[in-house]
């Protein structure tokens, strides 16, 4: 079986051609390496360098006919979205137009694509279901969810089944902590740099934090069910800023005092989602504690001797 996964050389992309190529699938990718990196692809891995808004890449599905698509690149930047609504519209709505038409053409099974807690704002309840109302703050959040559109009409014009996967805050090893990376890269980045995390508040925000290779199994999970819809992936477990940063000090056995600084502008208070819609239907359910993860990431980062970075 022959999956084609966009975004193989970024984070969690990367990760599932990981997981796929073990599984003895045959993968290939389709990235434009605007933040992939050549040390994430794997060897067996075949690489289109390309754009997903170049409509070219409806031939590639030609060419490769896979079976299946999992669908990870994006403009993944909130802040992005807001000072450039125009170039995250095309990346994440024409380029996946683009990615659904390639299916079209080549005949492909399933494609799974992440969708994100963006698109619920400021929760009007916790934790937030499947059915929980809609309220985007961010374009970024307008275009993750437009696209849960495309899927379902493409489901229905053409029977390409779809499973969205709508994951809370991942976490893991090879996430960047640059710019608008996750909490917990950045922190842990901080940490090895000696350098002081910033707090945005208080640090009582709650956050639910997903492991990486948790949600890679969701994906494989999805695409090798029958199903098709729309299911969160997350962990149900509400995590502050301020236990996080506990968490991070144990593990890599340093004291941090943190700056805390004003809250930032449209940043959620408080958010954790419920899995139980996935897991009685796939059977999905987190298996990574946060501690797990962190020293999932320590363990990276010692094997990277990360100090050439
Ligand atoms: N990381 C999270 O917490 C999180 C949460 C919810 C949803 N998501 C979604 O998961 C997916 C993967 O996110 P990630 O954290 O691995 O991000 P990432 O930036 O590490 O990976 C995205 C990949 O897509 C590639 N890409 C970007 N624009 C492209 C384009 N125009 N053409 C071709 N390739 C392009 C990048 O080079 C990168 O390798 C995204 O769709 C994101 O919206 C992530």
């Not at 599932?16 to 060897?43: A, F, L, P, Q, W």
């Not at 290779?213 to 477990?237: F, H, P, Q």
Request: proline residues 3%; charged residues 25%; aromatic residues 10%.
């Amino acid at each position: 079986m022959k999956v084609l996964v966009t975004g193989g050389a970024g984070f969690i992309g990367s990760h599932i051609v990981d997981t796929m190529i073990e599984k003895g699938y045959e993968v290939c990718i389709i990235d434009n390496m605007s933040h992939g990196k050549e040390r994430n692809i794997n060897n067996e891995a075949k690489l289109y360098k390309m754009d997903i808004r170049d409509s070219k890449v409806i031939d590639i599905f030609q060419i490769e006919k896979p079976d299946y698509v999992i669908h990870e690149a994006a403009q993944i930047c909130v802040n992005n979205s807001i000072t450039n609504p125009v170039e995250d519209a095309e990346i994440n709505i024409i380029g996946t137009i683009n990615v659904l038409e390639g299916c079209k053409n080549a005949g492909v099974k399933k494609i799974i694509y992440p969708a994100s807690a963006a698109i619920f704002g400021n929760p009007k309840y916790l934790p937030i279901d499947e059915n929980h109302p809609l309220g985007m703050i961010s374009q970024y959040g307008v275009t993750k969810h437009a696209v849960e559109h495309y899927l379902r009409v493409y489901k229905y014009l053409y029977g390409i089944d779809y499973v969205c996967l709508r994951y809370s805050n991942v976490y893991g090893p090879r996430q960047d902590s640059s710019g608008e990376g996750g909490v917990v890269s950045i922190f842990c980045d901080k940490v090895r740099k000696g350098e002081t995390p910033i707090i945005y508040g208080s640090g009582q925000q709650i956050r639910d934090f997903v492991y990486v290779k948790d949600v890679v199994r969701a994906n494989i999970m999805a695409l090798e069910s029958e199903k098709s819809g729309i299911y969160n992936v997350c962990t149900n477990t509400k995590i502050t800023i301020n236990e996080l940063l506990i968490c991070i000090e144990k593990i890599f056995n340093v004291d941090i005092d943190p700056r805390h600084v004003k809250e930032r502008k449209g940043d959620i208070r408080d958010s954790y989602m419920s899995y139980e819609k996935i897991y009685k239907e796939l059977g999905w359910k987190p298996q990574y504690k946060l501690i797990d993860g962190i020293n999932g990431i320590k363990n990276h980062l010692k094997f990277l001797s990360i100090d050439k970075f």
